[in-house]
């Protein structure tokens, strides 16, 4: 996929999550009866998988890692309770949730991903597409 076609797909990854957000905002997360520890689950199980599907293959630009950093805390500022008015660290907010930042979680599973290449006997399509990219 050349550099300019991933830029859109991880664009269109972006603002489906960040429609996501809007609607899970909308009707769900700001109810106070639902725990702080559902709403991580929500973010976990639904928000994150939206944002991050086919991240293996992601080129991550400092662009694109901006925009991943800003939509991930989107989500948990509102979880947590807090604004941007509230200037509180967004590693400070990640730290009270317990939340590891989404962008470690994406390059760590990018090396992993890069190790099962290389283990991949010859002759494997995968492999071989990666060998000549």
Known sequence: MSEGRMGREIDRRIGAASEVLQMLHRTIVVKR??????RLSIYQSIYVLILTYGYELWVVT??????????????????????????????????GLRVEPLLLHIERSQLRWFGHLIRMPPGRLSREVFRHV
């Open 33 to 38: 009866e639902l725990s702080q520890k559902a």
């Open 62 to 95: 400092k662009r694109t890692r901006s925009w991943i950093q800003a939509e991930e805390m989107r989500f948990l500022r509102r979880v947590s309770g807090l604004t941007l008015r509230d200037r509180v660290r967004s590693s400070d907010i990640q730290e």
